[in-house]
């Protein structure tokens, strides 16, 4: 009987097929990057390209729904009826932009529920700017002009990322961004033409979070190894080290009309290079709190499963009650 | 024939698409996506998604799994029969560049 041949010879042809496909398939995605245009989810890209985004992207969004926290913590004990509103509506601005990156995320065929699961269970991560606790009033400021200014730094040129939805996300994410980072420089402005405590405040927050806030960039471009890859597909457009100059040089002009110091001994004018030198950065601090051995990590994680564990009755009821309308839909119908 | 953004059965809700109309006059846009138990919920959590800052008069929702959209794989064949057929722009026609009010 030849049967068996017969199959494996059936199989042999579909995987040529699929190979085929795959070559077609794989140079049309390095025409598309070539020519800098978009990849879309029903385009054929590279298992890689798809494993990196989905990390990229969901992280990205657990970063929004975790960085609701250290924000909601001052919204009761905020100064006044309007620093509360604007809070609010920040930390709602967090909520919306992690929706638009978990839909983006999804349509690289990873579910909700995995991404969900993976941040609750501590697997995934997100970035630790947000496991550094908020004690201070100015610590809203420092958040807003330091943690969202070198986040808008970081995410303006994501807008053309080489993949379709991530861009769309962070162009929508971009433009409501623009607010977070001025509140905190109101924040942080108004307590520095305030009384000599008021000032210390923020100074004392803004020496907590600069060294912080430039780590966001990620570690220096000779420890990033997965950095040439991202920027080879489009999913990365500029170096750490080049963003953490480039918010570095915006810093400086800044802090000087704020009239406070950046806690830096070594920064300073380079001439020559037409920008600011600045110190290094205590990396083992990051790859602590990257470990999760951070201040707040463990309190971040848990409130998050906590909510998401305590919402699944609504969650659940709501999907019911949907299902029971449409029922009685279709009884009346009948 | 495929929906687009579809992911599967593991979500406890559906999701749908969202389309906005910024004012009135203009078509309505799609603007992103979002998990909604049902059309009613689905029209609200638009709302507070997409038109935090006055973006929009209008909302539609669709449930994604209703969306129908062409082959991608098939993209080339399919949008085929304009290539080629310049005359169908008015740039084509440039003997009348020079021409006032054409």
């Known amino acids: 009987m030849n049967t068996t041949t017969d199959v494996t010879t059936d199989a042999r042809a579909d995987a040529r097929a699929a190979q085929i496909a795959d070559e077609a398939g794989e140079r049309r995605f390095n025409e598309l990057l070539a020519s800098e245009s978009r990849v879309e989810p029903s385009d054929w890209m590279p298992e890689g390209y798809r494993k990196t985004l989905i990390r990229q992207i969901s992280q990205h969004g657990h970063s929004e ?12 004990r ?5 620093r509360k509103a604007i809070l609010m509506a920040k930390v709602q601005d967090e909520a919306g932009h992690g929706l638009y990156l978990y839909s983006a995320a999804q349509t690289l065929g990873v579910d909700r529920e995995t991404m969900f699961d993976q941040l609750i269970t ?5 970035s630790s700017i947000f496991n550094y606790t908020t004690p ?3 610590d809203m400021g420092s958040i807003g002009w330091l943690v969202d200014g070198a986040a808008i730094c970081n995410q303006v040129p994501l807008c053309r990322v080489s993949y379709g939805p991530y861009g769309r996300a962070m162009v929508r994410i971009c433009k409501e961004e623009s607010f977070h980072q001025r509140q905190g420089f109101e924040i942080l402005l108004e307590l520095m033409r305030g009384t000599d405590a008021q000032k210390e405040m923020a100074q004392e927050s803004v020496n907590r979070w600069y060294a912080p806030a430039l780590m966001m960039f990620g570690p220096p471009d000779e420890d990033s190894p997965n950095s040439k890859q991202s920027m080879a597909w489009n999913i990365k457009r500029f170096s750490n080290d080049d963003l953490r100059q480039r918010f570095v040089d915006m810093l400086v002009p800044q802090a000087e009309i704020l009239g406070v110091t950046l806690p830096d001994a070594a920064l300073r004018w380079n001439e020559e290079r037409g920008h600011y030198d600045f110190g290094d950065l205590d990396w083992s601090e990051f790859h602590e709190v990257l470990a999760g051995r951070g201040p707040a990590n463990t309190i971040r ?3 998050r499963r906590e909510a998401h564990e305590n919402g699944a009755w609504v969650r659940e009821a709501a999907r019911a009650y949907a299902d029971a309308q449409a029922e009685s839909r279709r009884g009346l119908v009948a | 024939m495929t929906s687009p953004g579809d992911s599967g059965m593991r979500e406890t809700w559906p999701l749908w698409e969202v389309f906005v109309r910024a004012s009135r006059g203009l078509s309505h846009v799609h603007a992103g996506s979002l998990h909604a138990p049902d059309e009613i919920m689905a029209v609200r959590n638009a709302r507070d998604l997409y038109t935090r800052r006055a973006e929009g008069v209008s909302v539609w ?6 969306i129908t959209a062409s082959d991608p794989d098939a993209k080339d064949s399919f949008f085929e029969s304009p290539q080629g057929k310049e005359y169908r722009h008015a740039t084509y026609y440039t003997e009348s560049d020079a021409v006032p009010h054409l």
Do not use: D
């Open chain 1, 78 to 82: 905020a100064p006044s009826l309007k």
């Open chain 1, 301 to 303: 994680v848990s409130r």
């Open chain 1, 65 to 76: 729904i975790i960085g609701m926290q250290p924000e909601s913590n001052w919204i009761a």
């Open chain 2, 61 to 66: 929702v669709v449930r994604a799994a209703a």
């Open chain 1, 122 to 126: 501590g697997k995934a991560k997100y």
């Open chain 1, 136 to 138: 201070t009033w100015a």
